[in-house]
């Protein structure tokens, strides 16, 4: 799927391996790796099912349909929005919206 950044924050953390909004993120050195990671899967998927069937990534669809996650690492969540374009809903182009802590921690 093709993958775009939602803000030029997620865009540096991709590029750069930091960013000065996710101070937190590039203090744990494993986390911006496999943020690009998680990125690269997202741009390799060829459909939703892709993501589906991978159990470790925990992709979970969001309310209101279009915003979904999956795990990086611990309580790190990936946020996208996904631009469908085919009905029933499984391929489309991918907006990275977010890196959070899932639980807060």
Sequence with gaps: MKCAFGNKHLQDLYTKGRSKKYLAVASTPQLP???????????????????????????????????????VDGGWRLEFEVAWADDPPTK????????????GD
């Design 33 to 71: 790796r496999k943020f690009v990671m998680r990125v690269q899967q997202l741009e390799a998927a060829v459909s939703i099912y892709d993501l589906w069937k991978s159990p470790g990534l925990k992709f979970e669809q969001l309310h209101g349909g279009n915003r979904c996650s999956i795990r």
């Design 92 to 103: 489309g182009d991918v907006t990275i919206c977010e890196l959070s802590n899932h639980y």
